[in-house]
Every structure is written in C-alpha cells, then in structure tokens.
C-alpha cells in the first residue's frame, strides 16, 4: 500500500544543512498497525507528514497503493489525501467557530458531497467516537479527549484507508488517551492502516510493528506479531473504558481478512 | 465544494468576526452609495438644466457674424475679415418660413446720464422683436413698437438697476437721459428678471436700432436673434440661413448659427462629463474599500493560518482554499453593495421629498458601474491575500501553532 524508496529532505537551518530524513526505505501492506519512536528531532514528523502528502521529499520516490505521487501535481495529491489519508494531531485542529459536528463534516464538504450523506456519515462515526450526544457543541466545551476523539471522526469520516497519529495522545491525560487509543485500535482492527509517531514507550508497544527513528534514518524496524497476544490482554490498563463496544470475534474475522489482502 | 457550503462556512466566518465584517460591510457600501448618490447629483443638475432650457418656451437661433470653426490649415488666403451683417439681411432672414420673429441687435457701451448721476452701460439697440424673442415684460409703461424697425426714435427702455441707480424711487417713465451724446425719453422699464442666456437684462439699456446705428456710427450688427416655430425643423432652418446669408454675402459663408438645441447640447455635455468624472472620484471610495479588504484578508490569512494548514491536511487543494478567501471577499462585497444601494435609494427618495425641484436621479449606468468596480477592486485586491493563503505549506502552518 504504501512503498518509500530512498527518501531524503533536508532542511536549511541557519545556513547549514540539516537531514531530517536520510535514505529512508519503507514498505507498508494494507491493516498495519506501526508506531514510529524515537528522540525529539529524529524525523518522526517529518516521514508522517511525507506518508501523508503534506510534504514533497527532496529526492526518492513513494508509491501510494502503486501511484508514484512524486508525480503528481498539487490538486492530485489534496484529491488522494482527502480520499485516503486521515490525520490526527497532538493539538487536535479543531475550528473553534464550528461546532463538533461541522468540525467533522468539514472533509466531506471539502469533498463536495451532498448534504444527506454527509449527514448520515458524520452522526455514524460520531457515534463510532462515543460522542454522539456532543455533536452540537463547539470545542470550547468539550474535554481534551473528547477534542481529540472529535478529530478522529474528522480523521476516518471520510473512510480513509491509512490513520496517521502524531503523539495523539501527547496532549492528554492517562485517562483520555486510553480512550482515544481504544478509538483508533479498534478502527485498524476493523481494517484501517494506522500509523502512530508517539515518545509514549508504553503506547509505542502496543503496536504490532515497531520502527525507531535516530537522527532521519530508520534505526530498527521489527515486527512484534508473537508478542501481539500479550499486549492485548495487557490492554485493558490503558483502555477499560466503555464508549466503545469491540464485537471481538467479529474484528478478529476483519483481522486476518486483511492479513490476506 | 459546493457553493451553498461556501455560503454556510464564509457566514460562519462572518459571525465569528461581528466587527471586522460591519467594518468591511460599512467601507463597501459607503463607496457604493456615494457613486450613486454623487452621480445622482450630476444627473439631478443635468435635468435641471433641462428643465430651465425648455422652461424658456420658445426656440432661438442666434446668427453671429464671422466664422467660428476653423477649418485648419494655415489663415485663409482672401475674404480674412467677414462683411458685417446688416439690418437688412435681419430682414432677409425674416422671410424664411418657420421663423416668426426676427430681432436684429446693435451692442455697445454708452455712458447714459440723468440730472447728476451717470454711469457706463451695455446698450443694445433692437427692435419690438427683441422682447418677444427673449420673452421680456415690461415692468411699468412700454416696450419698443414696430416702429423702432425702422425709424431712429429718441427712446429708450430701462433694465430695473439701471433705473434704480438713475432714479433711484423716484418716477422714470417720461423722463429724458441723456445717452452719449443725445437725449432720449425713457418710455418703459424691463420686469425685475435674472439672468437670461448670459445676459443681465437687469444691467442694460435697449434702444431702436436705427438710433442704436447712428448712436455707435456701425451699420454691423452684433448678432440676429430668430425665433422659430414650435413646429420648424430647426436644423433646416439653419441651413436656410446659411444660404440666405451666402447669397447675400457673394458666396461666402461667413456667420455662425447657434441653436438651442446646440447649447442645450453642449450643457448636457459638459454635466454629463462632469457626471462621470464625480463617478470617477467617488469610486475612490471603492478603491480605499478594496484595499481595506485587502488588508483585513492578509491578517485573516496569517491569523487563520493554522485553520488553512488543517483544511490543506484534510484534503482541500490549494484551488479550493483561494476559492474560499476569494469567495469571501465576493460574498463581503455583495452585501455591502446591496447595502450601499439600499441606502442610496432610501436617500434618494427622502431627497426628493425634501427637494422636489431638484429631484436626484441615478443615471442608468450608475449602479453597474458601482458594482463593477467594487467587484473589480474586491477581486484585484483578495487574489493576492488568497493566493497567499495558498501557498502556505501545510507542515510549517500546522507546526507555525502547534509550539
Ligand atoms: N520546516 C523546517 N525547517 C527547518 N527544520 C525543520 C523543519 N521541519 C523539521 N525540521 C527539523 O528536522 C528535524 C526533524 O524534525 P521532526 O519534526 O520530524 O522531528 P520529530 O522526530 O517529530 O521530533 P519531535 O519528537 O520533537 O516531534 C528536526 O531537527 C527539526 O528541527
Ligand atoms: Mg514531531
């Protein structure tokens, strides 16, 4: 789904040049779920924000579901990230003058699409986000978890196949992490490629691949399937929260369905 | 995206920032309303105009000896200085069908004195025409007779400041002044009267024309006034004059008829110009109101910038986002225009309540114009604030307020 070929930015700081990413190689199938760590300034960000298309690399090449997007122009590109890509952010990016529903409607009407459906889209992941009985109002009176929960319906509204999170729960408390981290498991549990960027060691493990990024290389990059079964049970530390209802035979099915995609 | 979600989003926008748009709202519809107003004041003048010229009733072609137009090239080679016009081509000219009255005039400066005052004053010596052409009444006793066509008569008729200053209260009528060096009796003075065509009939003396003649020792006239009929094509009548003249004149076409309608004419010109450069100067205010715009979308562009980074993000292009600050401006500009023409009209009404002799009137390319050029000056002036708006990297605009 998505493949980075020798990928390299460079950032001029104060004259010198400075490698925020450096030759970094990635392949990623369909239903992954990864976490990218590492120190502060390492890259984290930035290869997020290339996995998203926010950002042009200098040189190298990245296929997105086999489109070589290096080679699209900018209306392309907004098109497939608007189609494809969720972003959830550390700071949330909720438009305060909207209210939770019009925050999450905003891609849709981005995207042109009728009234109706976006009506029946937003009250559906709404309620996927346990806030249903919140869509009226407006940021300002709503928790930082539940800001955070508001962005992830924003994220997946638009039932994009790749999550990306960067630190989304670096704004939170213990608490109201675990809920939003129960929030985005569950949607790569029914299918979506997460990707999470997080100094959350604790957080970082959950994860069923684990890359570590120093200095815009990739460091390491290991599979933790075999260990997969025990941070599952050690889940409910984090997340023994209700507003969300896990049909777990049902996402085991989704699961290996997409093992095989 | 849709247009009515633009719609719902930019009056989001708009209730969000109350004062920022009344002030952006205020700015668009004052310049608006005074292209409207202002060219409503220009069109107001010019039907006065209008109004005063055929208030006048009658038609006037005015014959002036001598050639206005030049035809260019270098001076002519013969027939330089024209042959005056005579009373007799006055009487010529009286022939041709269609003219009903024919006032020939002799202009000059006299001195004219009674017991010890004297003073210096335009006297024009005419006939019984004059008065009828130039729709004169006479104030108290009477005005010149047909007599005056033809004989040298020793009298004269007063304009009222002329005779105030000669007289002062005292009676004129019957009384002898002495007008360069000869004695006339007045017979009349003119009604109290404004200014008529130029001419400060209040400030004036008229003679007979033959006394005029022998007073000034010219047989040329300063000018022939005819009056035509409601019914005549004046232009024909023109033309008529002008051979009337050439074949008096040996073939040269040596005088200038004026028309009302010509001046008439030129007035309307000259208000209508003025008309479109008072539009010109109004739509400055436009102007000032585009570059508030301006100004106020930059400050929304960097005070949105981390809004623009996220809609970037979800999936808006860079189109779409100069789409929605263009799209604002426009939206801005539409209410304030509607604004500022509801406001204009309401003025313009009241107006002309207030002042039913001066009714306002916009002319008809009044508003197009104003929302042309508050369109165009809302577009020049929001495409580079929305292009800036564009070009913001999402990256460094989510970052820029992430801290
Ligand atoms: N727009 C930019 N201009 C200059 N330098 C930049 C820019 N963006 C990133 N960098 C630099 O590139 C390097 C990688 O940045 P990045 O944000 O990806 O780090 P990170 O791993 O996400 O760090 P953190 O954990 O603190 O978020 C850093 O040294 C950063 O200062
Ligand atoms: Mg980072």
């Not at chain 1, 120093?214 to 390491?220: A, E, L, T, Y």
């Not at chain 2, 105030?164 to 009349?188: H, K, N, P, T, Y």
């Not at chain 2, 205010?285 to 100004?295: E, P, R, Y």
Request: aromatic letters at 4%; charged letters at 20%.
């Amino acid at each position: 789904m998505i493949k980075l070929e020798a990928i390299n930015k460079t950032y001029q700081v104060g004259g010198s040049p400075l490698r925020a990413l450096c030759d970094v190689s990635l392949q990623i199938e369909p239903g992954e779920y990864l976490s990218v760590m590492g120190p502060s300034g390492s890259g984290k960000s930035t290869l997020l924000n290339m996995i998203g298309l926010l950002d042009r690399p200098d040189s190298g090449r990245y296929w997105f579901d086999q489109v070589a997007t290096e080679e699209l122009n900018e209306e392309r590109r907004a098109h497939l990230r608007g189609e494809n890509i969720g972003f959830i952010f550390q700071s949330f990016h909720l438009i305060n003058r909207l209210t939770a529903f019009e925050n999450v409607e905003l891609p849709m009407m981005l995207a042109g699409q009728p009234v109706k459906q976006r009506r029946s889209a937003v009250t559906d992941v709404m309620a996927m986000v346990g806030l249903s009985d919140r869509a009226s109002h407006k940021p300002n009176q709503l928790s930082g978890g539940q800001l955070q929960r508001v962005a992830i319906a924003r994220a997946i509204v638009m039932r994009p196949r790749l999550l990306l999170a960067d630190e989304p729960t670096g704004n939170l408390d213990s608490h109201s992490g675990g809920e939003v981290i129960d929030v985005i498991e569950k949607l790569n549990q029914d299918g979506i490629t997460l990707i999470t960027v997080t100094h959350d060691q604790q957080l970082g493990d959950r994860a069923r691949r684990h890359i570590r990024m120093v200095d815009g290389m990739i460091d390491s990059d290991h599979n933790a399937h075999i260990k997969g079964s025990n941070i599952k049970s050690s889940q409910t530390k984090i997340s023994d929260i209700k507003s969300v209802d896990i049909d777990s035979a049902d996402t085991e099915d989704k699961k290996s369905d997409d093992a095989t995609i | 995206m849709r247009l009515f979600d633009q719609l719902v989003f930019n009056r989001q926008l708009f209730m969000r920032h109350r004062v920022r748009t009344v002030l952006l709202l205020l700015a668009v519809s004052i310049g608006v309303a005074s292209v409207i107003l202002l060219t409503s004041l220009g069109e107001g003048a010019r039907g006065y105009v209008d109004r005063e010229f055929s208030a006048l009733g009658n038609r006037i072609l005015i014959v002036l000896p001598g050639r206005k137009e030049t035809t260019g090239g270098g001076p002519p080679i013969y027939g330089a200085s024209p042959r005056d016009l005579t009373l007799e081509d006055a009487n010529a000219l009286g022939r041709i069908p269609g003219v009903l009255a024919v006032a020939p005039i002799i202009a000059g400066t006299t001195t004219i004195a009674h017991s010890n005052r004297s003073r210096e004053v335009i006297t024009l010596g005419s006939t019984d025409a004059f008065f009828t052409v130039r729709q004169l009444n006479v104030g108290m006793g009477r005005l010149l007779s047909a007599r005056a066509r033809t004989e040298p008569l020793a009298v004269c008729v007063l304009g009222v400041k002329v005779k105030r200053e000669l007289f002062g209260s005292r009676r004129a009528l019957g009384q002898w002044v002495r007008v360069g060096d000869r004695r006339m009796r007045v017979i009349g003075v003119l009604e109290e009267r404004g200014e008529s065509l130029g001419l400060d009939m209040r400030d004036m003396l008229v003679i007979p024309v033959r006394t005029a003649e022998q007073l000034f020792d010219s047989p040329g006239l300063f000018r022939i006034l005819l009056d035509i009929a409601p019914s005549a094509d004046s232009d024909k009548i023109q033309e008529q004059t002008l051979r009337v003249i050439r074949k008096r004149h040996d073939g040269e076409e040596d005088v200038t008829v004026i028309s009302q309608d010509s001046m008439l004419a030129a007035f309307d010109n000259i208000l209508a110009t003025l008309t479109m450069a008072i539009a010109a100067i109004s739509s400055i205010s436009l102007l000032v109101a585009g570059i508030l715009i301006m100004n106020i979308s930059l400050i929304s562009v960097s005070q949105r910038r981390k809004e623009i980074g996220l809609l970037k993000a979800i999936g808006a292009s860079s189109r779409q986002i100069k789409q929605l600050f263009i799209g604002e401006s426009l939206l801005l500009i539409s209410m304030g225009s509607a604004l500022g023409i509801s406001v204009a009209f309401a003025l313009i009404f009241v107006f002309a309540g207030l002042w039913p002799s001066f009714p306002l009137q916009p002319p008809t390319w009044a508003v197009p114009a104003a929302l042309l050029v508050a369109f165009g000056t809302g577009l020049v002036f929001s495409i580079m604030p929305a292009k800036r708006a564009a070009a913001l990297d999402p990256v460094l605009a989510l970052r820029g307020l992430q801290h």
